[in-house]
């Protein structure tokens, strides 16, 4: 094979080698923007539970407002008196409950809004790491190609002069 034919071939598997890596590493950061993509919509998923979250309180609190009321009914209709020890104790028994809802509502709410906080980080974190290893594979593939180039380079070289050299 004469020398501008293997050069040709060389930079042909060079440019193939480069080429490869690089889709490879165009692969990497699309799926780092698709990480970036996806902590965003966990963060407004995040906002919109928090919110969501803010509404269920005030709900529950309404609805332990409408327990109270007709608990009061209940023992208004009862004939037994609002002052009572045993309405009382009701009210205090609704009151509580009502309060633990409050509670438990905000509660699971929050649970939900860090559960969403906590996918985005993990977004986050894996979009930088693709990031980073687009970097990289753009980085070992073009120190591959060019040490194989050279290598193949010096190799034809050496082969041309070896040829060369010898009498026909």
Do not use: C
Not at 19 to 27: E, K, S, V, Y
Not at 51 to 73: C, E, P, T, W, Y
């Amino acid at each position: 094979m004469g020398f501008f034919t293997a050069a040709a071939a060389t930079g042909a598997a060079a440019l193939g080698t480069y080429m490869q890596g690089q889709a490879q590493a165009d692969a990497a950061k699309a799926q780092a923007k698709l990480g970036e993509r996806n902590a965003v919509v966990a963060e407004k998923n995040a906002r919109a539970s928090e919110l969501k979250g803010g509404f269920d309180r005030i709900r529950a609190v309404l609805q332990g407002d409408r327990n109270m009321a007709s608990k009061r009914v209940g023992v208004a209709h009862s004939g037994a008196r609002l002052d009572s020890d045993a309405a009382i104790r009701l009210f205090a028994e609704q009151a509580n409950e009502d309060e633990i809802q409050v509670a438990l509502t905000g509660y699971n709410a929050k649970t939900r809004t860090d559960q969403y906080r906590s996918k985005a980080a993990g977004f986050r974190a894996g979009a930088k790491y693709a990031d980073i290893r687009a970097d990289n594979i753009q980085l070992a593939t073009t120190i591959n190609t060019g040490s194989s180039l050279l290598g193949d380079i010096g190799a034809m070289y050496d082969q041309d002069r070896f040829t060369s050299a010898t009498p026909a």
